[in-house]
């Protein structure tokens, strides 16, 4: 288990941290980890400790997947794209027709987080689709 | 009345002779019972006594704490017989293995997440995300906890990192 000995302190600050369902498993030369964290940050933390441990995530040894625990009182999120509009899709998926744009920094309504990467979401204009997860933050 | 008296001695002594060089059931239940409450292997085993036969039930952790504990119990004094009813539960089911995405929705996924690195180029084959191209530190940093969600084989980053 030497992949477990290399990432002990990212399996460890994952634990410290609060990170539930939390499984560490190898599997043909790679490890596995997987989890829901408490927070963002806590899962920004733990890929800090990732980037020290394997610089720029470059030996592709370990699949790093920690979820964040959204809470279901979340209604609101924020359009945080680098400065551009966050197109809505009708369906989840880039090969999707566009059906309305959010403008950058935009507060709008979370309908639901069904799919994990594409969240539908309303705008006050009532535009309703799917939109990059990655792009939308909670607002609290 | 002579008769009944001999009768009683006969029963009296029987009974002394029998206690002397044979423990009763329940006393032998009784030192057994002590042996579990201070054997931490033994904790949760009940015992029954019959005739000199004890029979053990209960749950152990593993077969040798189980041959054990019958092997503590066979030793002790007026035991004649072990029967060995205590159950080992089944070791709990080994982690169940990794998922991994199917390439067709994997590259899907993965064309999506690299729709806004421009300089990035991802190639999905057998699970594996092979990156190539080059990106800002900054960027690496949100696209591969992205990446890394999809539930790849594995991610290889051939990617310059400016």
């Known amino acids: ?67 964040t625990d959204l809470s279901a009182a979340v209604s609101k999120v924020k359009v ?35 799919n994990e990467l594409w969240w539908m979401v309303r705008t006050d204009d009532g535009e309703e689709g799917y939109a990059y997860a990655q792009y939308l933050t909670p607002v609290v | 009345m ?5 009768l009683m001695a006969v029963a009296v002594s029987a009974t002394v002779g029998f206690v002397s060089c044979k423990p009763k059931d329940a006393d032998i239940k009784a030192s057994i019972d002590k042996a579990i409450q201070e054997n931490g292997d033994m904790k949760g ?12 039930s209960g749950t152990c952790g593993d077969e040798a704490c189980k041959a054990k504990c019958a092997g503590a119990v066979k030793g002790m004094k007026g035991v004649k017989d072990v029967i060995n009813n205590i159950s080992v539960p089944p070791p709990p089911p080994p982690p169940a293995p990794v998922v991994i995405a199917a390439d067709d929705p994997l590259a899907k996924a993965v064309a999506d997440a690299i729709k806004d690195h421009p300089t990035v180029t991802a190639d999905v084959k057998d699970g594996v995300i092979t990156l190539t191209g080059e990106i800002k ?12 969600s999809l539930k790849p084989k594995k991610v290889a980053n051939q990617l310059t990192v400016k």
């Open chain 2, 2 to 6: 002579k008769l009944t008296n001999v």
């Open chain 1, 1 to 67: 288990m030497a992949l477990a000995d290399k990432y002990k302190a990212l399996t460890d600050a994952a634990a410290a941290a609060g990170i539930s369902d939390l499984a560490v498993r190898e599997q043909d030369g790679i490890l596995y980890v997987d989890g829901t964290a408490p927070t963002a940050s806590a899962k920004d933390q733990l890929w800090n400790i990732y980037d020290q441990i394997d610089p720029n995530f470059a030996s592709g040894d370990l699949v790093l997947n920690v979820k």
């Open chain 2, 137 to 148: 530190k900054d960027a690496l940093k949100k696209l591969m906890p992205l990446l890394q």
């Open chain 2, 45 to 56: 085993l009940t015992v029954d006594v019959k005739d000199g036969v004890a029979t053990l």
């Open chain 1, 80 to 114: 945080t794209t680098e400065s551009s509009n966050l197109n809505i899709r009708k369906g989840p998926g880039t090969d999707q027709p566009i059906v309305g744009k959010a403008a950058h920094g935009e507060v709008i309504t979370l309908v639901s987080q069904s």
